[in-house]
């Protein structure tokens, strides 16, 4: 079955710094991949997608995540993180079994702090 | 620009109650979605729901749960007899057609069931 791993749960990064959010994912086509951004009390956000074409793809807020199909990752970067920044993010797999409605598979997040 | 409205933002209730949660989808949207989050844990699949059926449903979407669009607009989910594991984030979503991936989420609903 497919799967999403973020490998970090929470990370911290300075602001102004850069930043790179990991993710992994199980499956052997080329996936729907998708990372959306949760503020507190907040819905889903959706930063950038990537369904096929070019591997470095560019979202909203600045940020971009590139797909690596030779390691399976679709990490999220931004290169100067703002105080706003602050969230958790999720990385998430178009399902694309038989059968399946197309419903996505989510990692576990990483919760991100910006220090001042 | 559109999006995906839910109500109540939050909602507590005592067990073995009834519960509705209420979503109103992107308007020309066709496939709907309900997702819960448990705090702390993943972002989980329940139910997809398209042509006023249910189209796919996870194995937490046992007989206690379920959803119907009432009318053109709302996209319900009901869960009969709420249990203390129950409490989480359902978040509704909705995706304009089959073959497109990109689902709009709405900002859900906490329940808490006590």
């Known amino acids: 079955a497919q799967s999403v791993t973020q490998p970090d749960i929470h990370i911290t990064v300075s602001e102004g710094a850069s930043l790179e959010l990991r993710c992994n994912y199980s499956y052997g086509a080329t996936p729907y991949l998708f990372w959306y951004v949760q503020s507190p009390g907040q819905g889903l956000q959706l930063l950038l997608k990537?369904?096929?074409?070019?591997?470095l793809v560019q979202g909203i807020k600045g940020f971009e995540a590139e797909f690596k199909r030779s390691q399976s990752s679709f990490n999220l970067r931004k290169p100067s993180v703002h105080w706003s920044d602050a969230a958790e993010y999720f990385c998430a797999v178009g399902r694309e079994e038989r059968g399946s409605q197309g419903n996505l598979i989510f990692g576990k997040g990483t919760k991100l702090s910006v220090k001042p | 620009e559109p999006e995906v409205t839910q109500t109540p933002s939050h909602q507590v209730t005592q067990m073995g109650q009834e519960v509705i949660l209420r979503c109103v989808p992107i308007?020309?949207?066709?496939?709907f979605y309900w997702y819960r989050q448990i705090l702390g844990q993943k972002v989980e699949f329940l139910v997809s729901?398209?042509?006023?059926?249910?189209?796919?449903k996870s194995e937490i979407f046992d007989d206690q749960f379920s959803v119907e669009r009432p009318d053109g607009s709302n996209f319900t989910l009901k869960i009969r007899s709420t249990k203390l594991e129950d409490s989480a984030m359902y978040f509704c979503?909705?995706?304009?057609?089959?073959?497109?991936?990109?689902?709009?989420f709405g900002p859900g609903t906490r329940l808490t069931v006590t």
């Open positions: 308007s020309n949207h066709l496939y």
């Open positions: 729901f398209y042509n006023n059926e249910i189209s796919e």
């Open positions: 979503a909705s995706k304009l057609r089959w073959e497109i991936y990109e689902q709009y």
């Open positions: 990537y369904f096929s074409g070019d591997t």
